[in-house]
């Protein structure tokens, strides 16, 4: 029985880009050849560690939807162990209910998309869409930064009128005196 997994890795920032890309690679041959699907690969590239490990302050980060056996989480989790590359990884077994809502807002918008266009969507488009964006985040995630302090912010251009009702308020700073 397959269930959907999220795989988070965060490899060491001094490897060569083809070393990163075995590895990718390696996980997504572990998971064919398990009978399993890679869904979406999500790169946020460099990014800064919380805290040193072995000494990087950096990592690469690469986030993996999958639709896996446990059998195969298993392989996958001793893989990533004993990688000298990989400094963290994580295997998280996804919400069912989210997965099925994500897959069904997926299919609504492919059908807008071909009512809109007139035709109907091919296998290879339905491939390519990512099966989620992660909250917050637009599909230009990368080259939006965020707005300095003091500055009006404008409403990313991701979010829905429904998403921005439910974002919290700001929190607001108190200065205290002594």
Do not use: C
């Not at 869904?39 to 896996?68: K, T």
């Not at 339905?126 to 080259?143: C, K, L, N």
């Not at 965020?146 to 404008?154: D, I, N, R, W, Y």
């Not at 921005?164 to 700073?173: G, H, L, R, S, T």
Request: charged share 35%; aromatic share 4%; no cysteine.
């Amino acid at each position: 029985m397959r269930r959907d997994y999220e795989l988070g890795i965060i490899i060491n920032p001094e490897v060569s880009e083809e070393q990163a890309r075995a590895i990718l690679e390696r996980v997504e041959q572990i998971a064919t050849n398990h009978d399993g699907q890679v869904v979406r690969v999500n790169q946020w590239g460099r990014r800064r560690l919380a805290y040193p490990i072995e000494h990087h302050r950096d990592g690469l980060y690469v986030f993996i939807d999958m639709s896996l056996t446990p059998e195969t989480v298993f392989e996958l989790d001793r893989t990533l162990k004993v990688s000298e590359e990989v400094l963290r990884h994580l295997i998280k077994r996804r919400d069912p209910k989210a997965v099925q809502r994500e897959r069904e807002a997926r299919a609504a918008n492919e059908a807008a998309k071909a009512q809109a266009s007139g035709g109907t969507a091919t296998e290879t488009e339905e491939q390519v869409t990512p099966d989620r964006v992660p909250a917050g985040f637009s599909e230009e995630a990368e080259e939006e930064l965020p707005t300095p302090v003091g500055e009006e912010s404008e409403i990313p251009a991701g979010l829905s009128d429904e998403e921005i009702e439910y974002v919290p308020p700001a929190i607001e700073e108190e200065t205290i005196e002594a």
